[in-house]
């Protein structure tokens, strides 16, 4: 059994920080992408950043130059550095893995997600 295990979430006044970070365990032979998600109130949910395996990463144009997608593959952890947040960041953040899970009859790829760390944003 595969868990994601967020943590950070939190509030925090705007132009304040947050760092939240995701821990993968389980059986897994090896992790593909990873990514964070969040959803507001009466929002969809949208994707805020990913990163390969090799780094490279992609956000979402409202997060561009304000947040920063990072992964320790040695512990199957991805993180996200949050500065400059506003208001409108305020959503449930949930981290999501491309996980290969070993089986007798080789590696299968699974898609994992977190159970969501609030993030609220005063004002």
């Known amino acids: 059994q595969v868990q994601l295990v967020e943590s950070g979430g939190g509030l925090v006044q705007a132009g304040g920080s947050l760092r939240l970070s995701c821990a993968a365990s389980g059986r897994i032979f090896r992790i593909d992408d990873m990514g964070w998600y969040r959803q507001g109130p009466g929002n969809q949910r949208e994707l805020v950043a990913s990163i390969t395996s090799g780094g490279s990463t992609n956000y979402a144009d409202s997060v561009k130059g304000r947040f920063t997608i990072s992964r320790d593959n040695a512990k199957n952890t991805v993180y996200l550095q949050m500065n400059s947040l506003k208001p409108e960041d305020t959503a449930v953040y949930y981290c999501?893995?491309?996980?290969?899970?070993?089986?007798?009859?080789?590696?299968?790829?699974?898609?994992?997600w977190g159970q969501g760390t609030q993030v609220t944003v005063s004002s």
């Open positions: 999501n893995a491309h996980c290969w899970i070993p089986g007798i009859q080789g590696e299968r790829p699974y898609y994992y």
